[in-house]
């Protein structure tokens, strides 16, 4: 008798031990008419993925359609994850691909998804991964589906407080914890490991899943070690990844100090780290996936806690700090990750501000401007109450607000009446954008707890703006944006590529503004972050340095003009391939090619005598471009 590989994956993620209440929950999503969204959350490894896939089983065994998606593999724009669902459901159909034009809107993917069965059920695991994108998701996507269709997501942190207000007794929340005692005894049992050596495991691994399996296979992978040993080492390794990886040393010297203490309080920490003020350090901890707060004090994650013992026992205080983040592109400098990943972001709802959140957001601006700069703001309000987007807390009011729009959607008589904004104009006058290319204008950000100082509102603020990046590439080209104090802001924002601009600063109500503007590039959003890794990771040797626009050569710089920066910059990242003269006239100078100019070879001359003894890199294809290689 055969069958498929489906009916051997079924049958295992039925005999996920366990876990009998939770699955009853996410069931009542095919059987009943509430809830519409389910949510489950959990730490790394708790099983969020083994609690889906043994739902998804049993929905369509009760004769329900179920659509998965893994959410780390998907763009976070709504392009993106419309692009991923048209796929999966292509695939659950068993199209060929290109069938049809994909779908485009919600209201496309809400009718496409109802005509698959009575019952149909979107499943979204590994959901963090779409932060960026969570208020589309809240307030057009799902609102936005047809009434036979429900979902369920499984995210490492609890969904922001507006999924609750928004959907109320609609929303079912699933909380995952560590398997009780007699489940991790039957999960080892079913690994073969039994007796006292599965005592023993359950025991350090506090019933965490994950940590489970993995001592399971450290006993086969080592079997000369006794298993309590074997489980160390493996569970150690790979937890302190999981869990630790992406800290940075402050966070983790916190971290470090509160495992070794019961329930960490503000007394405890601050006899234990006399640097760091006790409230600094309760606030490293308590953003972090794995802390709770309790009665009593923090509430670290068992399972955590064993591991950083373990690790302060076994390794010595430099190498702690060698459990590097493999997130954004490989980049370990601090500054860049948290402006992508800001810690705390998570706390808050980014929205479009509403006509009512006017006055929340006169109230934060009054508190850290002049009456002067408020009048500013508030023609802005009057003139574009779309560029305004706030930050909401738990009970859903703006703890921070940001002004940003396109350059080109701005009246000319609002730039002429803001004099940050017409130092913007006259810059980009001087130095315009080729054609096609969009310039973005963040003119305000504040947080009603630290004016432009970067808090948890703050930071979810920027952590919307990068979403605005990945939807404008490649498209964008470059950000403007001010502070008043210029020092603060150059150490948050040049390790991103910003630079200040020297003639952008403008005096309103006796307080000077400073503009800081990023140039990305003819290749957008992508060649940047290119950069940024590149630079992290020396790859380029420093072929180019952007904040001085120089060609270095064997340590020796030569100032390029901007035409001339931007065609190497665009040419080098595209290395060893042949790029065509109408591709460098579309994507550098912003025109389609018309035949009769010879722009493009005056550069390319000029390029070559600057790259003196090494102008044999910058390549001729005869009838098809140019290609570089970079001077060994």
């Not at 399996?213 to 079997?223: E, N, Q």
């Not at 500013?376 to 940003?404: K, N």
């Not at 006058?429 to 004016?451: C, E, K, S, T």
Request: proline share 6%.
């Amino acid at each position: 008798m055969t069958g498929t590989l489906r009916t051997l994956l079924g049958a295992r993620a039925a005999a996920v031990v366990g876990r009998q209440a939770e699955r009853a929950v996410l069931l009542d999503l095919a059987e009943r008419d509430r809830p519409l969204v389910a949510a489950v959350h959990g730490i790394a490894g708790i099983g969020k993925s083994a609690l889906l896939a043994a739902f998804a089983e049993d929905a369509r065994a009760h004769g329900a359609a179920v659509v998965s998606l893994d959410c780390g593999g998907i763009e976070p724009t709504e392009r993106g994850f419309l692009a991923a669902l048209d796929r999966a459901i292509g695939a659950l159909r068993a199209e060929p691909p290109g069938r049809i034009r994909p779908m485009a809107t919600v209201a496309e993917a809400a009718a496409t998804l109802s005509g698959l069965g009575d019952r149909v059920v979107l499943v979204l695991d590994s959901y963090e991964q779409l932060r960026l994108l969570d208020t589309w998701l809240r307030q057009e996507l799902v609102p936005g589906l047809r009434d036979n269709t429900r979902l369920a997501l499984a995210s490492r942190e609890p969904l922001v407080a507006a999924w609750i207000s928004d959907f109320g007794e609609l929303l079912a929340t699933v909380p995952l914890a560590n398997l009780a005692a007699a489940d991790a005894g039957a999960l080892l049992r079913r690994e073969g490991l039994g007796g006292a050596d599965a005592d023993r495991v359950t025991r350090f691994t506090h019933g965490h899943p994950l940590a489970l399996r993995l001592a399971v296979s450290a006993r086969g992978a080592r079997p000369d070690l006794t298993v309590p040993d074997a489980a160390v080492a493996t569970v150690v390794t790979e937890l302190a990844r999981i869990y630790l990886s992406g800290l940075g040393q402050p966070t983790r010297a916190v971290l470090d100090a509160a495992c070794t203490l019961r329930r960490p309080t503000l007394s405890l920490l601050g006899a234990l780290l006399p640097d760091v003020p006790p409230h600094e350090a309760y606030d490293m901890l308590r953003p972090l996936p794995f802390v709770e707060f309790g009665p009593d004090g923090l509430v670290l994650h068992d399972t955590v806690r064993e591991v950083v013992a373990a690790l302060l026992r076994a390794a010595p205080p430099a190498d702690l700090w060698r459990y590097t983040a493999d997130l954004l592109y490989l980049i370990e400098n601090p500054a860049v990750r948290e402006a992508f990943f800001p810690t705390g972001s998570h706390w808050y709802a980014v929205e479009p501000a509403r006509p009512a959140d006017e006055a929340h957001i006169t109230a934060i601006a009054r508190a850290h401007q002049p009456a002067e700069a408020v009048a500013v703001l508030r023609s802005w309000w009057e003139t574009m109450p779309s560029a305004f987007c706030v930050a909401r807390d738990a009970d859903g009011i703006p703890a921070a607000f940001q002004c940003l729009c396109e350059a080109t959607s701005v009246p000319a008589g609002l730039l002429a009446a803001d004099p940050v904004a017409a130092t913007w104009r006259e810059h980009l006058r001087a130095n315009p954008v080729p054609r096609g290319q969009q310039v973005l204008f963040q003119r305000h950000i504040l947080a009603a707890d630290g004016g432009e100082a970067t808090t948890p509102a703050h930071a979810a603020l920027i952590l919307d703006l990068k979403r605005r990046y990945l939807e404008m590439r490649p498209r964008l080209r470059r950000i403007y944006s001010l502070a008043a104090d210029p020092a603060s802001a150059l150490f948050q924002l040049a390790p991103l590529g910003f630079a200040r601009l020297p003639e952008g600063a403008a005096e309103i109500g006796g307080i000077t503004y400073h503009t800081f503007y990023n140039d990305f590039g003819p290749s957008s959003i992508d060649g940047w972050l290119t950069d940024l890794a590149a630079r992290e990771m020396l790859i380029d040797d420093a072929l180019l340095d952007p904040g001085r626009r120089q060609l270095i050569l064997d340590g020796t710089r030569a100032d390029l003009t901007k035409l001339e920066f931007d065609v190497l910059q665009y040419l080098h990242e595209r290395e060893g391939r042949v790029v065509g003269r109408a591709a460098l006239l579309r994507d550098v100078w912003g025109y389609d090619w018309s035949g009769g100019s010879n722009v493009v070879e005056v550069v390319i001359s000029a390029l070559r005598r600057k790259l003196g003894d090494s102008a044999g890199s910058l390549q001729t294809v005869r009838g098809a471009g140019y290609r570089f290689t970079a001077p060994s």
